[in-house]
């Protein structure tokens, strides 16, 4: 043992030796979101990443949540299961993708039916475009979204809105009036518990007033800096290359500027506001920016990623145990080690 020791101790200071070329860095590159307070905490253990967080009327072990993705193919079948397992063992919330398909058969249902997996504790939701919402409206066929809520036996919905990325899709749908109206008109007829998000270009000030007086359980962000679903209908449309400079996939709202309105939504007092939780999503690429985000929210709020949970589920569900609980570990050093610097 002594030997051991003696031994990646030597080793130890040979790679000191050898990798402090490497190993500087530029004043410029500091990180000058956070103050660093190194005296006021002891090191969290591998098995303290639990962050108890009241979210949707239930106890997240810590505040992440897994963004809406995928379903309908053999790939998102594993995708979802793999989600399912981490969402459970790590008591994350669980957006599911599209369910769109489970309106008119039950051919899929196997890609989404996890509610069992996930257990009754933690926030489970479905997911529908606001188009297949209008739509139904027009055919008086809403009673479908209903037997939807009933057989995946979720807490609510999540209705997504992207005119944008309809307008881009080859096969996309077309608005027939405002999405306002088809969600005000969803909330007059509903009792569970409904989201509203984009799906990666955000939304600006107005449109989150609007959001934020409606009865919604939360609002997700979706917002520009991460996936793009413009530029993925774009990528996708190899039929029409003069489309693919379009200007309108540049548009939208970072995450952190979609927070500065909120926030200032809320600080501003204003009446009849009735939403005041948030799911910060879109670009999210760390747990330091999801501390910052979720910690600098004057509402209620957790942060969400779609992209880095798909790239590690892909992989199988021992890479993406770790990279939740690396995730989880790096939020918790955040929460003992930095505060938010004011600006
Ligand atoms: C493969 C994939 C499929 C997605 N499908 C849906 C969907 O069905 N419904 C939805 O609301 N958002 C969907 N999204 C959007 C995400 O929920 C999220 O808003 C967006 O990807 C931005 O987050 P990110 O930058 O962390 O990826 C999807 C994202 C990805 C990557």
Redesign the pocket.
Known sequence: MTNLNQNSSDQRKADHIALTELAQTKASSVDSRFDYEPLFSAHPSLDEWRRPTEFLGKTLKAPLWI?????GTKEALTINKNLAQVAREFGLGF?L??CRSLLESNDRLGDFDFRGVIGDELPFYA?L?IAQIEQLQVKKETSKIHNLIEKLKVDGL?I?I?PLQEWFQPEGDRYQKPALETIESLLNEVSFPVIV????QGMGPRSLKALMKLPLAAI?F??F???N?SKMELLRDVSDENHREDGLQFVGHTAGEMLSHVNQILDSNEQGIKCRSFII?????SALQGHELVSSCLGNAVY?????F?DHARVGIEDLRKFVLDQLLELEMAKRFLEIRAN
């Open positions: 963004s809406s993705m995928t379903g957006g993708g599209s997911n475009g999540i997504h992207n998000k984009e799906v990666g997700d979706g917002a800096g991460g996936t679903f999503s879109g670009g999210i690429r969400a990623q779609a992209k880095p798909l």
